[in-house]
């Protein structure tokens, strides 16, 4: 639990109780990233404190709530941790990530790095049982991958300019890379440049290329404007990293090239989960788990989250 900005400590709660249409879920594993690191540092002050934080977890059904079909004890499963109203009109088009009354696990609902957690079943994706648990903490991180690469529409064969290869820059590049494009990687890390490289990504050339297809994974200062610069006419980009840094950039920018600009934010229920699920039952060159660089025992979180603002790939807390 945080206790404070920067402060964690490991603490026996009462387990939460599995109401009707909820799963209680015994965690296995759950991965940390950027959002986390925000409410950790106090940058994203959560609702109340302690606070249990964590939203890309792993688990094995360990009760089921009255009305809950299709899930059994035992089974294991990730969670899809932005639970959408599906009743407004955003939900009504499928456009779930707009919702309003969205509840963001971690963020304004308790997380899941915890032993014990409940999730509305909806929300609860069985995965098979034989899939490693380095996989199963990258299933939401590579779904809010997925989610830009659909929106943008981008076809293999292209050729695309990513910036940034932390954990969310890499599974993107994986992404892209299994959709047969190729990926040209700007990343000042040269660690986590070279496990882009090992995803299949190549080093960005220092200047001359023009692309078709930005996607800005960073939220680093400049580094969008930087790569609009190298966007091509008519080109597409795709802005994921949540920086709130005011951007430098001129109307004009955007119309004299005739950039078509995507705010692309997590990923819509049910349709880009299940494309995600679906996939770990295919065999990859890269596995989701390939973007991992540490896993770390809960006794040693806070190893884990220090450990998480420079690691060259995904850092996840193992809940045994
Ligand atoms: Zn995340
Ligand atoms: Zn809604």
Redesign the pocket.
């Known amino acids: 639990m945080l206790t404070e900005p920067g402060v964690l400590s490991v603490t026996s709660v009462p387990d939460p109780e599995c109401g009707t249409g909820e799963v209680l879920i015994r965690m296995r594993g759950t991965?940390l990233?950027?959002?986390?690191l925000a409410v950790y540092a106090g940058q994203r002050p959560p609702p109340r404190r302690p606070w249990i934080l964590g939203?890309?977890g792993a688990g094995r059904v360990a009760a089921i709530g009255a009305g809950v079909e299709g899930l059994t004890v035992g089974q294991d499963v990730v969670v899809e941790p932005d639970y959408c109203c599906l009743a407004c009109p955003p939900c009504r088009q499928g456009r779930t990530s707009a919702c309003a009354g969205r509840a963001a696990v971690g963020l304004t609902v308790p997380g899941l790095l915890s032993e014990y957690a409940v999730a509305p079943a909806r929300f609860v994706w069985p995965v098979p049982p034989d899939v490693p648990l380095e996989d199963l903490v990258c299933v939401?991180?590579a779904t809010?991958a997925w989610a830009a690469l659909r929106r943008s529409g981008i076809a293999p064969g292209l050729t695309c300019l990513v910036t940034g290869a932390g954990s969310q820059g890499l599974l993107l590049c994986r992404a892209l890379v299994e959709h047969g494009v190729t990926v040209h990687v700007q990343e000042p890390n040269a660690a986590r440049l070279d496990r882009a490289c090992s995803l299949g990504a190549r080093p960005a050339p220092p200047d001359g290329e023009t692309y078709p297809y930005l996607f800005e994974t960073s939220g680093a200062p400049g580094a969008f404007e930087q790569g609009l610069r190298r966007l091509a006419p008519h080109g597409t980009a795709v802005l994921i990293g949540l920086s709130t840094a005011r951007l430098d950039l001129s109307p004009r920018d955007l119309v004299a090239g005739q950039v078509t600009l995507i705010g692309s934010m997590v990923y819509d229920h049910p349709g880009d989960f299940a494309r995600t699920v679906a996939a770990l039952r295919t065999p990859s060159a890269t596995p989701l788990g390939a973007v991992v660089s540490d896993g770390y025992p809960l006794d040693d979180v806070d190893a884990a989250f220090t450990a998480a603002a420079t690691a060259s790939g995904k850092v996840w807390v193992d809940l045994g």
């Open positions: 991965g990233c950027g959002s986390d939203h890309e939401e991180p809010v």
